[in-house]
């Protein structure tokens, strides 16, 4: 199985239990660089799939938690290297497949030849990149078919029929829902619209659909849960993280009983 | 007048070499380094007026990295532009708020004293005398009223000096449009007149605490602001930067700058001037006196950033002198940023000069050659505002005194040559920090 498979593979069985699969999102190197490791374990225990967030100097898309996590793995001087470095020295492996989250800028820094093999060595599965549309990804995408590495594409509520229909196609991995117009992190009502558009988006994808943006409840987890294949749980997760209180047991808590 | 540049050309040599370029454009576009660009291809394709291509790239430079939300009001704007910025109806309008309102042409001022302390023939286009101040103006009173066109219910802007914020408020206030402004908590500071004017013209002024607080981060802040409601406002950005189309709209709206200061120059000595000098923080005042004399190659371009406090990571915001390709803020071009591509703290004694990356035309054009960069330390930039105050009875604004700086440099190493400054704002909204600097111990 590809890498990228990985992930379609690990949201379809969780959906397969009837429930929505858990995407986590965590910052790399947050609350600190000695314990990410330990959460990591612990957030892939509980969740199906793994977003790592690579901290980013102007993360444009993300509301004050996420630039706030961000801004501390900075400063613990958390770089791309090292969270690669960190994935590749686990054993045993994280069990769920994780993707990486990051802005343009740090990976080109770090080289778009070497990026695809650094990822797939260290056990990465795909790369969500916010500030990458699909009009000027594919180097990226040629880039990342080599080794199968998946390149999640996004959609929104605004986006034109047409565009939704191409988008859907051309993701990799899952098709990355967002919820609202806005930032990350926010806490957002899910009117009956966003349920309409979830299953506009599940209509036109070939691949499983996760809503994500200000997913923070397990009200907000049913409520979205029979429209999608997955939830994205981001800003929630991190400020679990940051008050010290266990992840696992939060992540948990958002799936019914 | 049809066209706001009125030499867009499209012959079919210029087509042939733009597909070619296209080409060259796509391979290039995610490279951290620039090895390998055919500047001859880049160079001719300049000449034939071919950017920005259909990407949105001036050569490997521009195009548009944004999150998909704002992909669709990227679109719309687009197709706005291509409507309007040609349109007879949307022309009249616009020059009529230039002519009446503005208060353009600006005056093309011969600087007697400076010619005969520095040695050289010094004539300066006073965008001091715009209304409100600089020449952000023009790009400010065009994106509004196409705003209007395009049934925006609300515009926001960033500002750094203020400059562009005051512009924006006082473009609203005349189109009859609310206006937000975000603005850095650190320039809030230090462009204090400017604060007061925006929210006196009738603007919401946000305070920016996250990141550096200052335009950097205002711009971030824009940015998520427009990511939330994507079809309603309009973000009239201020300068030459940012995702395809707005380093476009931007160098149109400001050439006006060039085109006056060109037809003024040939009408008071005859000929062109043998070199134009502007300050550059993202670029719109420098694109906007040089884009109509790119194909004059007998005048040289010269553009000035802020050296700051010297050539050290940190110390400056000169990102074409010291930045490295990579993108920022919705577009590819030069940025002062570490190894692992984390954008680095800028430093410059003027707030509109202060921002770690610069318009990807001006990044282009130096790859080329057409344009040569240097940088101006504050220490400099603050001499030659009090020599212009004594010599010719004008406050300049920080920013247009790092083009003084640049000038008298240049005009003490080409004596009697002909120079031509474009002074883009007056230093009044400077006080507080002209106080602290050059007024300190004086009043
Ligand atoms: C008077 C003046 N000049 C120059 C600038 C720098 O901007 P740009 O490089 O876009 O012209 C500013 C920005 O605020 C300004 O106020």
Redesign the interface.
């Known amino acids: 199985m590809l890498p990228r498979d990985t992930i379609s593979a690990a949201i379809n069985a969780a959906r397969a239990k009837g429930q929505p699969a858990i995407v986590a999102f965590m910052t790399g190197g947050f609350p600190d660089r000695i314990s990410f490791a330990k959460h990591l374990h612990a957030v892939a225990d509980a969740a199906d799939v793994v977003e790592i967030g690579v901290p980013?100097?102007?993360?444009?898309?993300d509301?004050?938690t996420i630039?706030r996590s961000s801004r501390a793995a900075?400063a613990a001087g958390t770089?791309?290297?090292w969270i690669l470095a960190e994935l590749g020295a686990q054993t045993p492996k994280p069990k769920a497949p994780i993707l990486l989250m990051s802005?343009?800028?740090?990976?080109?820094?770090?080289?778009?030849d070497e990026l695809p093999q650094a990822a797939a060595k260290a056990g990465v599965s795909g790369f969500i990149i916010?500030?990458?549309?699909f009009?000027?990804s594919?180097?990226?995408r040629a880039a990342l078919e080599p080794v199968g590495l998946a390149l999640v594409?996004?959609?929104?509520p605004?986006?034109?029929p047409e565009?939704l229909a191409m988008?859907c196609k051309a993701s990799q991995g899952f098709v990355y829902a967002?919820t609202m117009?806005?930032?990350t992190g926010k806490n957002v009502d899910l009117p009956e619209e966003v349920v309409e558009y979830m299953q506009r988006v599940k209509a036109v994808s070939p691949l499983p659909v996760c809503a994500g943006f200000g997913i923070r409840s397990r009200k907000q987890v049913e409520r979205m849960g029979p429209a999608v294949d997955g939830v994205v749980v981001g800003s929630a997760l991190v400020e679990v993280l940051e008050r010290g209180e266990d992840p696992a047991a939060f992540l948990r808590g958002l799936k019914a009983s | 007048m049809q066209s706001l540049s009125g030499q867009r050309g499209s012959s079919a040599a210029g087509l042939a070499l733009n597909n070619e370029q296209s080409t060259t454009s796509?391979?290039a576009?995610?490279?951290?380094d620039l090895k390998g660009l055919d500047t001859a291809a880049l160079m001719a394709n300049v000449m034939n007026d071919m950017y920005p291509d259909e990407?949105g790239r001036f050569g490997p430079f521009g195009?548009?990295?944004?999150?998909?939300?704002l992909?669709?009001?990227l679109d719309r704007l687009e197709a706005g532009v291509k409507r309007y910025l040609r349109d007879p109806d949307f022309l009249k309008e616009f020059h009529a708020e230039l002519s009446s309102w503005v208060g353009r042409p600006t005056a093309l001022t011969h600087a007697r004293e400076l010619s005969r302390r520095w040695g050289a023939d010094i004539w300066l286009k006073r965008e001091d005398l715009a209304h409100t101040g600089a020449h952000k103006i023009n790009n400010s009173i065009g994106q509004v009223l196409l705003a209007k066109r395009l049934g925006a219910k609300r515009v926001i802007a960033e500002t750094g000096a203020g400059q562009h914020g005051v512009a924006s408020a006082a473009a609203c206030a005349r189109v009859g449009l609310p206006c937000v402004v975000y603005m850095g908590a650190v320039d809030m500071e230090r462009q204090a007149p400017n604060v007061g004017r925006m929210k006196l013209l009738g603007a919401t002024v946000m305070p920016v605490t996250?990141?550096d607080k200052t335009l950097?981060a205002a711009v971030?802040e824009a940015?998520?602001d427009w990511?939330?409601?994507?079809?309603g406002t309009y973000y009239c950005l201020g300068s030459a930067i940012g995702p395809h189309p707005y380093p476009y709209i931007v160098r149109e709206l400001q050439s006006v700058i060039g085109r006056e200061a060109r037809e003024q120059m040939l009408k008071a000595t005859g000929v062109l001037p043998d070199i134009a000098i502007a300050c550059v923080g993202g670029g719109s005042n420098a694109i906007g006196l040089f884009h109509p004399f790119v194909k004059d190659r007998s005048v040289q371009l010269l553009g000035l950033e802020a050296g700051g406090l010297g050539t050290g990571l940190g110390q400056n915001a000169a990102s074409l002198a010291y930045g490295k390709?990579?993108?920022?803020?919705?577009c590819y071009s030069l940025?002062l940023?570490d190894?692992?591509?984390?954008?680095q703290e800028t430093h410059s004694v003027s707030a509109g000069l202060d921002y770690p990356g610069v318009g990807p035309e001006h990044a282009l054009l130096q790859t080329i050659g057409r344009v040569r960069y240097e940088a101006a330390t504050d220490a400099e930039a603050l001499d030659a505002l009090a020599e212009v105050c004594a010599a010719e009875g004008i406050l300049p604004a920080i920013e247009s005194s790092h083009a003084f700086a640049g000038a008298k440099r240049w005009a003490k190493q080409n004596p009697g040559k002909r120079v031509l400054i474009g002074l883009s704002g007056r230093g009044d909204k400077d006080m507080p920090t002209l106080q602290r600097t050059l007024l300190k111990g004086v009043l």
Do not use: C, W
């Not at chain 1, 916010?130 to 549309?133: G, N, Q, R």
């Not at chain 2, 990511?227 to 079809?231: A, E, F, I, K, T």
């Not at chain 2, 190894?339 to 954008?343: E, H, L, P, S, T």
């Open positions: 980013f100097t102007d993360p444009m898309a509301g004050t630039q900075l770089t791309l290297k802005y343009l800028n740090p990976l080109l820094a770090f080289g778009l916010p500030d990458l549309p009009e000027e594919a180097d990226m594409q996004l959609v929104t605004v986006t034109p565009r988008l967002v117009t806005g930032t | 796509e391979r576009e995610m490279r951290a990407h195009g548009r990295y944004v999150p998909e939300t992909v669709p009001a996250s990141g950097r971030d940015l998520r990511v939330s409601d994507p079809n390709p990579g993108v920022l803020q919705g940025l940023q190894d692992d591509g984390q954008i």
